[in-house]
């Protein structure tokens, strides 16, 4: 039996399922009580699971943390790793067809000879020819019809859809048809956003996309005035659980929290750490020092 807590600090419900914590994974806040589950929420239709368990999620942590910790706040380094919280986060998986019409300037270089003058050192004017590139330009217009079908968006109170972009894709190849059973154990939070909401958010994705697969497929030797519409069709916005390792610390009372993400099944992490101005002053006065030795050395040899 699962039992629901709600972050009073970013507004995530999440049910926990045997284990529990004090604070928010997703925050830190310790305004975090139990409250009784939602009633009202949509039913996931798949979910992607974890690989690997905490242990592999720790290392890949430390490992990116070390990289990074030269010049961070000291008491960051004194957190736990073991802090780190597996979540099943809420999203929405779009699919749609999409019907664009686009409009560019196509340009085709070529080589000229041209010729010109120029005047030497005794004052004659000489003729000279030279090669030099210039572009044609050609108006290009067409449809493209594609199926977008890998737009997931965040329906997380706790994790903005920026920040899932931060460790996506995710790959959906591998998502499986939802059942209890296979979240069970893990934290999973309660969708939080408007499925209307993601919706919009997810054609702005796909309308996006589409932009990059245009831009790819450009001929020519260069192009301009790219412009496109995309009217969708089709559209479907299935719940889905996409699984998360989220590392949040608070650090510094006055701060926001730290928090690293860690894409569940890929590993792809992402996170900021905040720098300390003082570390940061006190290398460069290093490396400067450094240089300044270097030229006075080079100086009293010469
Ligand atoms: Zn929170």
């Known amino acids: 039996m699962s039992t629901t807590f709600a972050c009073q600090n970013c507004g995530a419900s999440l049910a926990f399922d045997g284990v529990r914590t004090a604070t928010c994974p997703y925050c830190a806040s310790p305004n975090f009580v139990e ?5 009202e929420q949509p039913d996931p239709q798949f979910v992607v699971t974890f690989i ?3 242990e592999v999620a720790r290392r890949a942590l430390e490992r990116w943390l070390g990289s990074r910790t030269m010049f961070a706040d000291s008491r960051l380094r004194r957190a736990k790793v073991e802090d780190i919280k597996g979540i099943y986060a809420p999203s929405y998986l779009y699919s749609a067809v999409a019907n664009t019409d686009y409009t560019a300037q196509i340009g085709e ?4 000879t041209e010729t010109y003058t120029e005047t030497d050192s005794q004052g004659r004017t000489q003729t000279r020819t030279r090669t030099v590139t210039r572009t044609e330009y050609r108006p290009l217009a067409g449809r493209h019809v594609s199926y977008v079908t890998d737009v997931v968006v965040s329906a997380s109170a706790g994790l903005s859809n920026a920040e899932l972009e931060r460790v996506e894709p995710f790959d959906l190849k591998q998502m499986r048809r939802y ?14 956003r408007p499925a209307t909401e993601c919706e919009q958010t997810s054609r702005r994705e796909a309308v996006d996309q589409i932009g990059g697969k245009l831009r790819r497929f450009m001929p020519g030797d260069s192009y301009s005035d790219l412009a496109w519409k995309t009217h969708v069709s089709w559209e479907s916005m299935d719940p889905i659980f996409v699984p998360v390792w989220v590392f949040a610390v608070r650090y510094r009372e006055d701060k926001p929290p730290l928090r690293v993400i860690i894409n569940g099944q890929t590993g792809k992490i992402h996170g900021k750490v905040p720098l ?12 400067v020092a450094a240089i300044v030795a270097i030229v006075l050395a080079a100086r009293a040899q010469s």
């Open 35 to 39: 409250r009784p589950a939602a009633t």
């Open 52 to 54: 690997g368990d905490a």
């Open 109 to 112: 270089n070529y080589t000229e």
């Open 179 to 192: 059942s209890p059973a296979l979240i069970s154990g893990w934290i999973a939070e309660e969708f939080a």
């Open 276 to 287: 300390s101005p003082l570390k940061i002053i006190a290398a460069i006065l290093v490396v």
